[in-house]
């Protein structure tokens, strides 16, 4: 399985990085894992995430924090694969 690290931000909003590839994912073209995703630490971090930092900067939305948080987990697995 591979496993993830999760970032909780003080704005209640978290994001997942990947920290390694089980050796399913790094065999396929895409890095696709269909096995189990672990989550090895979490951290609380003190600051609000970009997202609510860049949202509160220019105009002021609802609380959308699901959207952004499926968001970046998206960007987050696109990112990791590049490593
Ligand atoms: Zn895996
Ligand atoms: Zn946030």
């Not at 396929?28 to 269909?34: A, K, S, T």
């Not at 220019?58 to 697995?77: K, R």
Request: proline letters at 1%; a positive charge; hydrophobic letters at 25%.
């Amino acid at each position: 399985m591979c496993e993830y690290e999760e970032f909780i931000f003080s704005c209640g909003c978290s994001q997942k990085r990947l920290n390694s590839y089980c050796h399913l994912a790094r065999n396929d073209l895409n890095h696709q894992c269909f096995s189990i995703k672990k989550l090895r630490h979490v951290w609380e971090q003190q600051t609000e995430c970009k997202s609510c930092i860049a949202k509160r900067s220019s105009y002021t939305v609802p609380n959308q924090q699901g959207a952004f948080a499926s968001g970046s987990w998206q960007q987050q697995q696109q990112h990791a694969q590049y490593r």
